[in-house]
């Protein structure tokens, strides 16, 4: 059930509808309000239709007709994130398109008389609606002795009204109306035996045809880029749990990098698995850092990061989220580094902060009891298939191993040694990430079980997706008995 209260009532807009008689006011609301929707439909762009797909000389039968359906399904998928458009704006627009139709059919209250009655403390309110003179209803509205003469006398002065509308179910009702009075509301329910408004049934179509809206209804899972993102979808059913003070949460998610490649779907990843975080385990906005993209600049990392630890208390839990390129250093044993959205590859040794060892150094040296690492990031030199370091021969280095605290700390990593860290194309995800808000969503808080859920799932993933030379097996280091 919602509420709407007409708090500004537009009547500016002159539609015939209003002044037409052979319509019922269910009717012409119906039509208004579709109208309106329809107006705002009309501002979404439309993928443009495919252009006559024509063989190319040079082109084989079978390479053409590849062409051609890849064209097709390309343009069904901008077709399909078009109606959900669409339709994600009829259901959001809907309420105030209603509210301008009410406001032009119905028009302003008016109160045309106030008599109050002492002994109740009520008054007794006759009222009736700009568009609605030939009608009039009898409202009552309890007002404190002390407050009814000058309630009554400066009634024009000091008191607003506002009707208010239900819409239950499809069905608009007039539920009640509020009278604003030294900064107090005081309301006046409205009845069937009350109400000069008739119950209206709301029954505007969609602009979808019923086809479309089943095949959109089959893949609601597609983000606005065609991917089947279902991690939105879980983590809207997901309870919201009870916010713990002693949890920390930090979270960098660099896409695109300023000096080299950039990481697909990075940005998605890290948004949604901060938000996973905060709600599945109870982490507070203000013990959240969030560095996305320019955000995560080499400043702004060491800034917030020693800010953070510097809030942190005994028996406080960190997690720390990095999905960004790892650089070896080939002259320094390959030491990894996390590389910032400012700094160019080349030169990241120059910096000591950011060798991973540094930050690992860091978070477990903290007053905090417990900390769990998760790095979708391999340091390896490469990503996607593709290797990041100008100089360096195509095989891929072998990151130096890093010690930690096993007692406190436990570590989460993408993949092994040579191993890349892979995008999830179908899911618009990074692929460690995907699985681990997979698991976290379905319930699981045990690292060992988080680990042993992802490790399957990320394997058998690339092997699908991409074959056995781009496998990817995520890592556990440390104590594999915390809980999340």
């Known amino acids: 059930m919602r509420r709407i209260i007409f708090i500004f ?13 052979t319509l019922s006011d269910a009717e012409k609301i119906n039509a208004l309000v579709a109208h309106f929707i329809q107006d705002e439909v009309n501002k979404i762009p439309k993928p443009p239709e495919i252009d006559k797909v024509v063989k190319d000389e040079f082109e084989t039968t079978n390479e053409f007709k590849q062409r051609k359906n890849k064209l097709v399904k390309e343009h069904d998928y901008q077709m399909l994130i078009y109606n959900k458009k669409i339709r994600t704006m009829e259901l959001e627009y809907e309420e105030e398109a209603l509210k301008e139709a009410l406001s032009i059919i119905y028009g302003l209250p008016e109160i045309l008389s106030l008599n109050y009655n002492a002994d109740e403390k009520q008054f007794n309110v006759n009222y ?41 179910n499809r069905e608009v009702v007039l ?8 900064n107090s509301q005081f309301y006046a329910n409205v009845t069937n035996n009350n109400s000069l408004i008739n119950n209206i049934i709301l029954s505007v179509n969609s602009s979808i045809s019923e086809k479309e809206l089943s095949k ?30 002693k949890k920390w949460l930090f979270v960098i998610g660099i896409e695109e990098y300023k000096y080299t490649d950039d990481i697909v779907y990075a ?32 400043a702004q990392i060491k800034r917030k990061l020693l800010r953070m630890i510097n809030n942190v208390k005994s028996g406080d839990s960190i997690y720390f989220y990095y999905n960004g390129h790892g650089i070896p250093i080939p002259n320094n044993n390959n030491e990894p580094y996390i590389l910032p959205y400012d700094m160019e590859p080349e030169f990241i040794q120059e910096e ?71 995008a999830y194309e179908t899911k618009g995800h990074r692929l460690f990430t995907y699985y681990l808000m997979k698991s976290m969503l379905s319930g699981e808080d045990k690292i060992s079980e988080i680990y042993k859920n992802l490790y399957q799932n ?18 556990l280091k440390g104590n594999d008995k915390i809980s999340l």
């Open 128 to 168: 009736t609606f700009k568009n609605l003179k030939n009608r009039q209803g009898l409202l009552k509205v309890t007002i404190p002795r002390e407050y009814a003469r000058e309630f009554k006398s400066d009634f024009d002065k000091i008191v607003t009204v506002y009707p208010e509308f239900v819409l239950d």
């Open 267 to 298: 940005k998605n990843s890290a948004q949604l698995f901060e938000k996973t975080l905060k709600k599945v385990y109870g982490i507070s906005k203000n013990n959240t850092y969030l560095l996305i993209n320019d955000n995560a600049s080499y």
């Open 352 to 422: 000591s902060f950011l060798k991973l060892s540094n930050i690992y150094s860091l978070l477990s040296k903290s007053q905090a009891s417990k900390v769990v690492v998760f790095v979708d990031s391999c340091f390896s030199g490469g990503v996607d298939g593709k290797n990041i370091l100008k100089g360096v021969a195509s095989s891929r280095l072998v990151p130096k191993e890093i010690d930690i605290d096993d007692k406190k700390m436990v570590v989460m990593s993408a993949g092994r040694k040579t191993q890349f860290s892979n």
């Open 458 to 475: 990320v394997k058998d993933a690339t092997i699908q997706e991409y074959g056995p030379l781009r496998l990817q097996e995520p890592t």
């Open 175 to 182: 539920s009640r109306f509020i009278f604003n009075y030294k």
């Open 216 to 245: 959109l209804n089959e893949t609601h899972l597609l983000d606005e880029n065609g991917k089947a993102d279902d991690i939105p979808v879980l983590l809207n059913k997901v309870l919201e749990k009870k916010i713990d003070k």
């Open 9 to 21: 009532l537009s009547i500016s807009l002159a539609v015939h509808l209003s002044a037409t008689t």
